[in-house]
């Protein structure tokens, strides 16, 4: 069994998102590879239909799961809570109530927060008792929404305990845990979530120990002369936000200055840009040409409570993030006798060889459908690549013991910080942390994306 390679960069526990736009990468990779197929008679037989590669239902039965916890064989009424703001802009959150309205016995609404209402203790739109609500926002989002509005019906549904994800779960996203996972607490949890951590320091000036496990006197004078190798990251960022890529930058004091003043950044090492990056074939409408284009990808594992239920696989520069303008792209599983590399190789020149014009065909029939599937996010149409992102069923099998381990050793750094062992690590405000604590996680049903910047033997070489 070939292992895969590669770390995972950080966790989402508050409100991780993609699983719909996986759905709909799935359909626009199919479409493609059978052009692909039928035009060039190429033998590789790649499976885009395994349930794996579509969150979505998975996703559903984990409200549904988590519905029947509360209310049994009651009709369940289950709302999407996202800032007003976005309500016509994320298509898959749209989607997502629509396929859940679709579902024998079910009905779901998407609303904004402040249309909650509460009476006698239970939770209300638009006169329906509400059952299980999904927030579409962390909570930093919560307390600045709170100071405009009236949240107290949202405050009583997460002490009720029918908000999925409970907000328990997202202080341990705190990317500043990635420190103790690989220090003091790493004889505490899983092998593979271990080996899958990337060195991790929260970033300050002072001693500390660098990768190799020596004692450095300043952490940022070391980071200084490894400017080009390092990134830092917004301990509690999301979407690509705040995040700093050295080699990038070429203002390092200034950068290094604002960030600890900041107080709230960690630093890792830069994962070789080669070792998670691959080449798909592209469309140069402009020079009117097709060739091999080299992208960053991102592997996104969702995990619940019964294990992985699927991916979100995203590519684009550094970072990859759908809200920094990277794409979203289709998985398949290889059932031929080859090597991933081999079938991308021959997937690739097949592709090119078709030429200019049958290619674009390709693409101009893909992008229009995927503007009419509504596959856009709050930058506009999101992206995707005409070759899959291939993996095996051994990798599935890897995947799979991952995510469990991943899932129990969540509960356990959730069990630490409740007993004030993570304080210095998850730096969230007073208001923040009250938040968390009306709700401990404590393995309930619930949902984690870890983000993989991942080779599963398709990297092109360093």
Avoid at 56 to 73: D, M, Q, T, W, Y
Avoid at 77 to 86: C, R, S
Avoid at 307 to 318: P, S
Wanted: with cysteine; aromatic share 10%; charged share 25%.
């Amino acid at each position: 069994m070939e292992r895969f390679l590669g770390y995972h960069s950080e966790w989402n526990l508050g409100s991780p998102g993609g699983w719909d736009y996986q759905r709909m990468a799935q359909k626009l990779g199919r479409l493609s590879w059978e052009r692909i197929k039928k035009l060039s008679g190429i033998e590789i037989e790649l499976d885009f239909e395994d349930p794996i590669l579509n969150p979505v239902p998975a996703f559903a039965e984990l409200l549904l799961r988590a519905h029947k916890r509360s209310f049994g064989n009651e009709e369940p009424f289950i709302a999407l809570v996202a800032e007003e703001e976005t309500l016509e802009r994320v298509g898959e959150n749209i989607h997502f109530i629509e396929y859940l309205n679709s579902l024998p016995g079910t009905s779901a609404a998407l609303t904004p927060p402040h249309r909650l209402k509460e009476r006698a203790r239970d939770i209300f739109l638009d006169g329906r008792k509400v059952t299980v609500i999904f927030l579409d926002f962390n909570n930093d989002v919560l307390v600045k929404l709170r100071k405009k509005y009236d949240l107290k019906p949202l405050v009583c549904a997460i002490k009720k305990g029918i908000v999925v994800n409970p907000r328990g779960m997202e202080p341990i996203g705190a990317k500043a845990l990635f420190e103790v996972i690989t220090g003091e607490y790493r004889d505490k949890l899983s092998e593979t979530t271990v080996d899958r951590t990337p060195w991790t320091r929260r970033f300050h000036r002072g001693p500390t120990t660098e990768p190799s496990g020596n004692q450095i006197p300043d952490l940022v004078e070391w980071v200084k002369e490894r400017w080009d190798e390092v990134v830092l990251k917004p301990v509690h960022g999301y979407s690509g936000k705040g995040i700093v890529i050295g080699y990038q930058r070429k203002d390092r004091d200034k950068v290094i200055h604002d960030a600890l003043e900041a107080r709230g950044y960690i630093v890792q090492p830069l994962i070789p840009l080669y070792l998670w990056a691959e080449e798909f074939p592209w469309v140069d409408k402009e020079e009117k040409k097709v060739f091999i284009k080299r992208w960053q990808t991102d592997f996104r594992s969702f995990i619940t409570d019964v294990g992985l239920i699927g991916f979100v696989t995203r590519f684009g520069g550094v970072p990859t993030n759908v809200g920094s303008g990277g794409g979203v792209q289709p998985t398949a599983i290889l059932k031929s006798e080859i090597s991933v590399k081999e079938a991308i190789r021959q997937i690739n020149d097949v592709t090119v060889g078709l030429g200019y014009e049958a290619v674009k065909k390709i693409q101009d029939e893909v992008d229009k459908i995927s503007i009419e599937m509504g596959n856009v996010y709050l930058l506009g149409p999101i992206m995707t690549t005409l070759r899959p992102r291939i993996i095996t069923l051994d990798h599935l099998t890897q995947l799979e013991r991952y995510s469990q381990a991943l899932w129990l050793d969540a509960i356990k750094l959730e069990q630490l910080w409740r007993a004030g062992k993570l304080t210095d690590f998850v730096e969230v405000s007073e208001a923040e942390a009250q938040i968390a604590s009306l709700a401990p996680w404590e393995g309930s049903p619930g949902l984690i994306a870890a983000d993989g910047l991942f080779s599963f033997g398709g990297h092109p070489e360093p």
